[in-house]
């Protein structure tokens, strides 16, 4: 059966058990807690939720003020304007004054579709990865986010977590969720496997990436995945395993081009462990409007997508290597 519970409404569910017996949590929403399915958090905990409007440099700002004073702050907003509207305040008050700020993105990357240009959040990973002391996630599906929002309320640093509109498929199951904070999680493979292509990605395109390495066997490729949740601070030893292991490395992931998940890859696998290195990601241009799903596929970043272009590498690398020869 699909899954039918976007990783939003997970965090909230988290939160609403954790608020049960810790008064110091604190949400903050601005005019989005219907979209960030917190709606059921601000009626049960009216004392510790705070709408601040649409706002989200007030949002940011009071929410650092909060955690000043020893709260646990959750703020949480589109992911388009809480990294662009309130960049500053993430920079400055958060990060800068090493406040217990956690700042949940909703409807990241291209879920809002239709909208367009102004509300997708390509640029986020990179903006965010950029500033000093911010820790970016991106989590893969439900079972995934509640570990990561579980750990989250046990640190005091800020950190920034990005999830999408509506519900995903599962990559795990709730008896089997093998989780480690920031450290990577191997899909496909171990950090011991040779293979052909290793594929390392993150958030909602880890599970097309599965596919497509269900879909590369059947050609003969073997693959591993690698579910890189933790951008940042970026798993480098678990890069540098996979790098070491494959013939090629195709990072993957639903944003810019620029500055992002590949950038990071292509750097660590070109220090510590030189192989061919390509990034499939969202173009350097306004994207086209539909489903999530719709984007994936006529970019390339479906199942279908990555496969063909996990061959055309492959072979290309292969092909070079011999002539090399």
Not at 38 to 54: D, H, M, N, R, Y
Not at 90 to 109: F, H
Not at 122 to 138: G, H, T
Not at 268 to 280: A, D
Request: aromatic fraction near 6%; charge should be negative.
């Amino acid at each position: 059966m699909a899954n039918t519970v976007a990783n939003k409404k997970v965090i909230c569910d988290v939160l609403m058990e954790a608020a049960k017996t810790d008064r110091s949590l604190v949400v903050l929403c601005s005019d989005s807690r219907g979209s960030a399915s917190l709606t059921p958090f601000f009626e049960a905990f009216p004392e510790q939720s705070v709408e601040v409007g649409i706002a989200e440099q007030d949002l940011v700002g009071i929410a650092a003020g909060l955690a000043s004073c020893g709260k646990k702050a959750f703020a949480v907003s589109p992911a388009s304007f809480i990294t662009t509207r309130s960049y500053e305040q993430c920079k400055v008050d958060c990060a800068y004054s090493d406040t217990n700020v956690k700042l949940i993105g909703i409807s990241g990357g291209v879920s809002y579709g239709a909208l367009g240009m102004s509300h997708h959040s390509c640029q986020d990973i990179a903006a965010m990865s950029a500033i000093p002391n911010m820790r970016v996630y991106l989590p893969s599906d439900r079972f995934q986010t509640a570990q990561l929002i579980h750990a989250l309320l046990q640190d005091e640093k800020t950190a920034y977590i990005r999830v999408g509109r509506n519900a995903v498929e599962d990559v795990y199951t709730e008896e089997s969720c093998p989780f480690q904070m920031n450290r990577a999680t191997w899909v496909r493979g171990d950090a011991n496997q040779d293979v052909d292509v290793a594929l390392i990605v993150c958030g909602e395109l880890v599970k097309p990436a599965v596919d497509a390495a269900d879909v590369l066997a059947g050609f003969g490729i073997k693959s591993s995945v690698l579910d890189m949740y933790c951008v940042k601070p970026l798993d480098a030893n678990a890069v540098l395993a996979a790098a070491a292991h494959a013939k090629v490395v195709l990072s993957m992931e639903e944003a810019s081009p620029y500055g992002g998940l590949g950038s990071q890859v292509a750097q660590v696998v070109g220090e510590g462990c030189p192989r061919p290195v390509r990034t499939l990601s969202l173009p350097d241009a306004p994207v086209i409007t539909g489903t999530s799903k719709e984007v994936f596929a006529h970019y390339g970043l479906d199942a279908q997508g990555i496969a063909v272009s996990a061959r055309e590498f492959l072979t290309m690398a292969v092909n070079q290597r011999e002539r090399a020869h």
